[in-house]
């Protein structure tokens, strides 16, 4: 097969997560959203697509059996192109994603349709998996809110090692499904998916044949050699620059304005539902930072990049009414009447899916992720380990922290 090895690419194509931790040494942390980029945009999708969705029994603990407990987990197949094989011939490769925070997997498929499109030239079958406790894979009978208790019988379930088996237990059954034991398996994703893609990969080679990973830290830990807690952002950054020259100033020059306004200005500018305060301003600072990192992160192909558009947007907006309103047009949606939800957009941010994702993000998916305002165009803000355990503790007492 054309894909039969471990294939790294550490580019800025795909993550999964829209989604940036953003540094808990900052004295009061921000939460940046975790919104798919085509609603940001306005632009839901419906939930149909080339695709057939599927549900599997899990267990709840794959490693202690005396947890008997079973939870619905969901996964699409897509297989109009998948070559069967059968006598002499070969079968068609298997490609799974292995499943990450970006909430419900009907939206996830969507988010890699370059990917799809390959898979499918090479006669490929493809997976994607919806990882434990996001979307509509929560266990308890999908009852989100006690899945969610944080306490080693509920939230305690929801690791990368279980997802792991769970991905196994899918490759297994629809192998035997498909009899399609002769199709080599390979795994992809982006950032946390891309991680997942990975560490299944190499911690079961036996089932897994390669990993396809895009825009995933795999070397993002304390003690690796060459590490730079500030490569991410410079690599945001670069991505803007190579599609609009000179963005990177732009960008500074909006958070400088927003950063230095007072809480009614930046209401009255952003047009909130809300009166002006630290909230609000908090909501509109993370709004606009964790789209312009998205749009980064999803910047393939370049031209259907909104990134040229939106820079020349800032800009104009800047030369006419200020600093401030740089990001204005980024964060509404265009042609859409009403003003700024702030507290709807809390309310999302402290969804079950959000919280999900926070605990993975203070257990075992750290992301040592700064930000210094020199070689990327966002506020400074060092990462350090001791400032996400402080803001961990507030949501999770009694977790530990292991990068």
């Known amino acids: 097969s054309k894909l039969q090895f471990l294939y790294f690419i550490d580019t800025h194509i795909f993550t999964m997560l829209s989604t940036i931790l ?20 306005g632009k839901i999708h419906e939930r149909t697509g080339p695709y057939v969705v599927k549900t599997i029994e899990q267990p709840l603990d794959h490693f202690n059996h005396m947890v008997d407990d079973v939870f619905v987990q969901r ?7 998948w070559l069967a094989g059968g006598g002499a011939g070969a079968q068609g490769p298997i490609f799974v994603f292995t499943g990450a925070e970006g909430g419900n997997v009907e939206d996830t498929f969507w988010d890699f349709g370059s990917y799809s499109d ?4 090479l006669g490929g079958m493809t997976v994607y998996v919806e990882h434990r406790y996001f979307g509509e894979s929560y266990p308890y009978n999908n009852n989100k809110k006690k899945a969610i208790q944080p306490d080693a019988s509920h939230v305690g379930h929801l690791s990368i090692e279980q997802g792991e088996r769970d991905t196994l237990h899918i490759i297994n059954t629809i192998r035997t499904q498909y009899n399609a034991w002769l199709s080599p398996v390979y795994t992809f994703g982006g950032s946390l998916g891309g991680t997942l893609a990975a560490l299944i990969r190499m911690r079961y080679p036996n089932a897994v044949q390669g990993a396809v990973v895009s825009s995933s830290p795999l070397l993002g830990f304390l003690n690796e050699t060459g590490f730079d807690q500030y490569a991410w952002a410079k690599r945001v950054t670069t991505t803007y620059e190579e599609l609009s020259p000179g963005c990177g100033d732009v960008i500074r020059t909006g958070f400088s304005g927003l950063l230095n306004a007072g809480f009614a200005e930046i209401a009255d500018t952003y047009n909130t539902c809300e009166v002006g305060s630290s909230v609000v301003s908090d909501g509109v600072y993370s709004m606009a930072f964790s789209i312009l990192q998205t749009n980064a992160e ?12 939106d820079c020349k947007q800032m800009a104009a907006n800047i030369e006419k009414n200020g600093a401030l ?5 980024l964060i509404m949606v265009p042609n859409k009447p009403g003003c700024l939800n702030i507290t709807a957009y809390n309310e999302a941010e402290n969804s079950p899916d959000s919280l999900m994702w926070d605990y993975l993000a203070c257990t075992e998916v750290v992301h040592p992720i ?25 949501i999770y007492p009694h977790v530990r922290t292991t990068p």
Request: glycine letters at 2%; charged letters at 10%; hydrophobic letters at 40%.
């Open 118 to 121: 390959m898979f499918m030239s």
């Open 298 to 309: 999803f910047a393939y192909p370049f031209p259907v990049s909104t990134i040229p558009q």
């Open 370 to 394: 700064g930000y210094n305002n020199v070689t990327d165009c966002f506020p400074p803000s060092p990462w350090s380990l001791s400032g996400l355990e402080s803001w961990c503790k507030t």
């Open 22 to 41: 953003l540094c808990a040494a900052l004295a009061a942390p921000v939460h940046v959203t975790r919104s798919r980029l085509h609603a940001r945009r």
């Open 75 to 81: 996964y699409l197949v897509n297989d109009s192109a």
């Open 325 to 329: 309103s740089a990001f204005v047009n």
